[in-house]
C-alpha cells in the first residue's frame, strides 16, 4: 500500500523546531514517510511563528507560498504560535488552508492529519522527536510557557505559564539523544534559568546542567535564553566547575535603567544585572556572555537611552542582539502612553548595532593566537567550518579552518588556532 508523505516547514524560534520535530515524530510513528520536497507531499505543515510583525508577516507569506506550491490534492495544515494566536482570523482569511491547529497536543494534531488523509491511524506514539537539526547537535527544551508577564511579550497569552520538565524525563530524553550520536546540548526555554520553580519551589538549572553533564557522548552543555534575575552566583560556579558546560551564557537584559527596567515589568534590577555579569567577567574572562537589547520601548527617553549605550560600551557583552519595539496585540506596552516613533526607535536601533559591531570586532581580535576545541560543522575541499565553546548553533559567527586532515567529517571535534578575525566570524588552522 502506498504510504503517504508529509514535509514540514519550521519557522521561528529553536523553541518552535522542537515543536516542529516532535510533529514530525508523530506523524512518522503514524506512518508518514517524511520528506523535505515540499512540492512532493500529501501533507505540508507550517509551524508558525507569532511573536512580533515581522515573524507574523512572514508566516502568512509562507503559507501562501507553500498553498501555492503544494501538488495537486495535498493537505495543508498550519500550526504553532500564529494560529493558536489568530484561530478565527486565519480561518476568515486563508481558506486554502485545510486545518488549524494550535501549540501542544502533537499526537491529537497527527490523528488528525491522518484523518484528513484517509488514513487509518491507531498508532502508538513512541514521543520521540524526528531531529531537524545535525545528529551531533540537538537542542533540549527543559520549559514551556513564561511567568514573567513582560509588559511587551504575548508568549503568555500563546503559550501559557511556566511548566517545566521534571528532571528524570529530560535526563531520560538526553540520554536518548546521545544515544543516537549528539554531542552538543544547548538548553532552552522562555526563561531558563527559572527552570524548576514551579514545580521544585525554587530554580533548579544548576542541579539539571550536573545530572546531564553524567550522561555518556554529551561533550557540551550550553544555556541560551537565561532570565538575569535567577541568573546567581551558584549558577555561575557550577558553570565554571563542569568541564561538560561550555563557558557561555545568553543572557537578555532588554535594558539597563531602572525605570525601563520596572515598565518593562522586568524582574531583577538593573544593579543585579551589573554585579552578575561582573561576577562572570571577574570569575573567567573568558567566559562569554550574550544579551538582547530592545530599543524605543514607550517612554524611552534619549538619557535612557544613552544609559544603556553607556553600559554595553563600557561593560561589553561578547554578542548582542538588538531590536527596536514593536507593540503587540493584548500587551500592556501596546496601549502605554510615550510611543517612540519608528524613525527614532530604529536609528537608536542602527546606533546599538554599529557600536556593538567594534566592540565584537576588538574581542575577537583578543582570541587571536588561541587556540580552541571547534566542533566541525561543514567540510569543503579548501576549508573545515566550525564553532567553539564561544559560538552557540544558528546565532553566532563560525570559524573557517584551512589545512585540516581529509579524515575530519562534520561532528567530528578538533583543535584550532585562530589566525584572523572580522566582526563575527573567524579564521584559524588545524592544530591536531
Known amino acids: 500500500m502506498k504510504k503517504h508523505k508529509a514535509g514540514m516547514i519550521s519557522l521561528g524560534c529553536s523553541k518552535n523546531l522542537v515543536d516542529s520535530e516532535l510533529i514530525l515524530g508523530c506523524l512518522r510513528d503514524a506512518g508518514f514517510d517524511i520528506t523535505s520536497d515540499e512540492k512532493d507531499t500529501d501533507v505540508i505543515v507550517v509551524n508558525t511563528c507569532g511573536f512580533i510583525a ?4 512572514e508566516s ?4 501562501l507560498e507553500a498553498a501555492r506550491d503544494r501538488k495537486d490534492g495535498a493537505k495543508l495544515v498550519v500550526s504553532g504560535c500564529l494560529s493558536q494566536r489568530y484561530p478565527e ?19 491529537e494534531l497527527a490523528d488528525a492529519i491522518c484523518a484528513l488523509v484517509g488514513m487509518q491511524c491507531g498508532c502508538a506514539y513512541s514521543g520521540a522527536r524526528m531531529l531537524s537539526t545535525p545528529k551531533y547537535s540537538a537542542y533540549l527544551r527543559i520549559a514551556d510557557g513564561c511567568d514573567n508577564r ?26 536518548a ?21 514551579d514545580i521544585y519551589g525554587e530554580p533548579k538549572l544548576a542541579e539539571l546542567l ?5 550522561i555518556d557522548g554529551i561533550k557540551w552543555l550550553r544555556v541560551l535564553y537565561a532570565y538575569p534575575n535567577t541568573v546567581t552566583e551558584k549558577l555561575v560556579d557550577t558553570m565554571l566547575s563542569n568541564e561538560k558546560i561550555v563557558r557561555y551564557i545568553d543572557m537578555p537584559i532588554q535594558h539597563i535603567d531602572p525605570v525601563m527596567l520596572e515598565t518593562m515589568n522586568r524582574h531583577g534590577s538593573a544593579e543585579h544585572i551589573r554585579r552578575i555579569t561582573r561576577y562572570i567577567r571577574e570569575a573567567s574572562p573568558d567566559f562569554i556572555l550574550r544579551t538582547t537589547v530592545m530599543l524605543g520601548f514607550p517612554g524611552e527617553t534619549e538619557e535612557q537611552f544613552k544609559l544603556l549605550y553607556g553600559f554595553l560600551k563600557n561593560e561589553p557583552f ?3 542582539g538588538a531590536f527596536a519595539f514593536c507593540p503587540e496585540d493584548g500587551t500592556k506596552a501596546a496601549l502605554m502612553d510615550g510611543q517612540i516613533d519608528e524613525a527614532t526607535a530604529n536609528a537608536r536601533l542602527d546606533k546599538i548595532m554599529r557600536m556593538q559591531q567594534t566592540v565584537s570586532l576588538e574581542l575577537n581580535k583578543k ?14 575541499k579548501d576549508a573545515c567550518y566550525g564553532r567553539s565553546y564561544a559560538e552557540a548553533p544558528d546565532v553566532d559567527g563560525i570559524i573557517k579552518i584551512k589545512n585540516v586532515p581529509v579524515c575530519v567529517k562534520p561532528g567530528d571535534f578538533i583543535y584550532a588556532k585562530i589566525t584572523d578575525a572580522s566582526a563575527y566570524d573567524l579564521k584559524g588552522e588545524f592544530v591536531k
Open 54 to 57: 515581522s515573524a507574523k508577516e
Open 60 to 63: 502568512i507569506n509562507t503559507i
Open 210 to 214: 550536573n545530572e546531564l553533564s553524567i
Open 318 to 320: 561578547d554578542r548582542v
Open 177 to 197: 539523544l546521545a544515544a543516537g550520536g549528539v554531542k552538543e546540548l544547548t538548553l532552552i526555554a522562555q526563561d531558563t534559568s527559572a527552570y524548576g520553580s
Open 150 to 175: 513582560c509588559t511587551y511579550c504575548a508568549i503568555p497569552l500563546i503559550r501559557g505559564g511556566r511548566r517545566s520538565v521534571p528532571i528524570e524525563k529530560l535526563v531520560e530524553e538526553a540520554q
Open 367 to 380: 582570541r587571536i593566537g588561541k587556540e580552541y576545541e571547534v566542533l566541525i560543522e561543514r567540510v569543503d
Open 89 to 107: 482570523e486565519l480561518r476568515e482569511s486563508l481558506p486554502e488552508v485545510d486545518l488549524f491547529w494550535g501549540v501542544g497536543k502533537h499526537k
